[in-house]
């Protein structure tokens, strides 16, 4: 039983042997029961992202180890207070490393570090900064803490800004700053809309205008094309008419008085009709 070892799930080993106090850092084991031989058994490290948190509000659920929130001052020396989450993840094909230099005393090394960092990193932010600029400072903050981390073989899988606390006095004045540019903004917008609305405005009354062109345009069009078509109708039904009565004349041999005769009789009937 003593030749057996096991390491559990979102765990990884490094077996160690108890009689001569060394470790076989060349081999990484990963979840599973195994053969390890007299006095050895696993030295166990997370497989899985873990959390460390420097904040104290009660309203946050823990995540993870939780420590005090960090104090420092900006770059232009006003008090600042961060609390700040941040994952990290042991990196497992440098384990051996890890445990040859750290032994198990890893996370304490590397919070000392990670929080070094961040107060380094946020001294150099001047207050309004860290206001204005609050993505920036973040993802400044993680990059920074990923390099370090790297020199105790882990990487940064994310980090969060969850507060930072400037002086009441500061804040207030900041406030105060972003109302007076976000009111100017609207006022800027406004006269925008405005410019917007009178340039509408004019495009508007040149297309009625311009819609005004076609519409008498196209009636004038009309009228013109109904009188020429009339006057072609009324020249087409003289002609038919003379036609006719030449055939007349003809046909009866009639004289100009008997055609003028004819020709009131035939009104005569149209009228009766």
């Known amino acids: 039983v003593m030749s057996l070892g096991t390491v559990p799930p979102l765990h990884m080993g490094i077996r160690y042997n108890g009689f001569s106090k060394a470790a ?27 959390c460390i948190e420097f904040a104290d509000s009660a309203a946050l659920p823990v995540m993870g180890t939780r420590y005090a929130p960090l104090h420092t001052r900006t770059k232009d020396g006003l008090g600042l207070h961060l609390q700040v989450s941040l ?12 445990y040859g230099e750290f032994n198990m005393n890893y996370e304490p090394v590397i919070t000392s570090s990670v929080r ?9 932010y001047e207050a309004t900064q860290l206001w204005e600029e609050r993505v920036q400072f973040g993802d400044r903050m993680q990059q920074l803490v990923n390099k370090e981390l790297k020199n105790a073989y ?10 930072i606390d400037l002086p ?3 804040e207030h004045r900041i406030v105060l700053t972003q109302i007076q540019k976000q009111n100017m903004l609207i006022r800027e917008q406004e006269q925008r809309s405005a410019q917007i ?8 009354a040149e297309f009625d205008r311009r819609v005004r062109v076609l519409m008498a345009g196209g009636q004038a069009n009309y009228t013109l094309l109904t009188k020429e078509a009339q006057a072609e109708a009324t020249k087409q039904k003289i002609g038919v008419e003379s036609e006719v009565m030449g055939g007349v004349k003809s046909d009866l041999t009639l004289g100009p008085e008997d055609l003028v005769l004819y ?10 009709a």
């Not at 882990?154 to 507060?163: F, K, R, S, T």
């Not at 009178?198 to 508007?204: C, D, G, K, Q, R």
């Not at 020709?263 to 009766?272: C, H, K």
């Open 116 to 124: 070094d960092t961040l107060i380094r990193a946020a001294s150099e």
């Open 168 to 170: 009441d006095v500061f």
């Open 154 to 163: 882990a990487e940064c899988w994310g980090l969060q800004l969850m507060l």
């Open 87 to 98: 994952q990290y993840k042991l990196l497992a094909p440098l384990l051996g490393k890890l």
């Open 263 to 272: 020709q009131r009789y035939g009104a005569m009937d149209d009228l009766e």
């Open 24 to 50: 076989d850092t060349s081999t990484i084991y990963s979840p599973g029961r195994y053969f390890v031989g007299p006095f050895n058994k696993f030295m166990l490290f997370p497989s899985t992202v873990q």
């Open 197 to 204: 609305r009178a340039e509408t405005s004019v495009i508007e």
